[in-house]
């Protein structure tokens, strides 16, 4: 199993420019989240998803856009960025929500907006 | 609402010595999880140990214990023997298993263990 991956693993964009990182995983798991991780912050929750075709907001969601088609993809859209998204952004998942369990993440995205 | 909080930034300890992580949580939720990351310099985040809520003893997971006290809402982690290794940022998180069912993390200690 490749676990969870990302890509791309660095990217700068300019302000105003969008794009998408992926996310997908091969363990079948129902439950898949976006954070972002800056210093002295810890990890917030973009957005998440219970299931296909289920997305929800978490702390941070403003300029993040999320659709979850299938079980195994979770891509992160950033509709027009801005200096402040600069961040290193991790993929998770995990089993089903309405069981408890550890999530497993990627290694991690980081972008830079100038 | 759902909320962890970590009130060390930083910790020292000297080798082979235990040290406790603090981490206290809010929720309203009945059923819920506790978690424990650790994230070496390296980036990648490392899962160390659980507790469920309805856990009756305290969980362990080698040199790893989590310091369930629900009444008083805290969800300590102490590491016992530390390694240099052991050097990284520690994450304390939380999961409901109702309700919206975010995972939702701490700010972190940063843990740094001297020779």
């Known amino acids: 199993n490749a676990g969870v991956t990302q890509t791309p693993k660095f990217q700068v964009l300019k302000t105003g420019q969008s794009m998408t990182l992926q996310c997908a995983q091969d363990?079948?798991?129902?439950?898949m989240s976006w954070y972002r991780q800056d210093p002295g912050m810890g990890l917030r929750l973009i957005h998440y998803?219970?299931?296909?075709?289920?997305?929800d907001q978490g702390e941070v969601p403003n300029g993040y856009n999320v659709s979850r088609s299938t079980t195994e993809d979770f891509p992160l859209r950033l509709l027009s960025a801005a200096p402040s998204q600069t961040s290193v952004y991790f993929c998770?998942?995990?089993?089903?929500?309405?069981?408890?369990?550890?999530?497993?993440f990627g290694p991690g995205t980081r972008l830079t907006v100038t | 609402a759902q909320k962890i909080t970590q009130t060390q930034p930083g910790m020292f300890v000297q080798e082979k010595e235990a040290v406790t992580l603090d981490c206290t949580y809010d929720?309203?939720?009945?059923?819920?999880?506790l978690f424990w990351y650790k994230q070496p310099s390296s980036g990648e985040m490392i899962f160390l140990i659980y507790?469920?809520?309805?856990?009756?003893q305290n969980a362990t997971e080698g040199r790893y214990s989590l310091n369930f006290q629900k009444a008083r809402k805290s969800a300590n982690l102490v590491i016992s023997a530390s390694q240099l290794g052991d050097s990284a940022m520690y994450f304390c998180?939380?999961?409901?298993?109702?309700?919206?069912?975010?995972?939702?993390f701490g700010t972190g200690t940063r843990l740094k263990v001297l020779a």
């Open positions: 929720t309203s939720d009945p059923s819920y999880g």
């Open positions: 998803s219970v299931g296909a075709g289920i997305t």
């Open positions: 363990m079948n798991h129902e439950y």
């Open positions: 998770a998942s995990s089993y089903s929500p309405g069981a408890l369990g550890e999530q497993y």
């Open positions: 507790q469920g809520s309805y856990d009756q």
């Open positions: 998180a939380m999961r409901e298993v109702s309700g919206t069912y975010k995972y939702i």
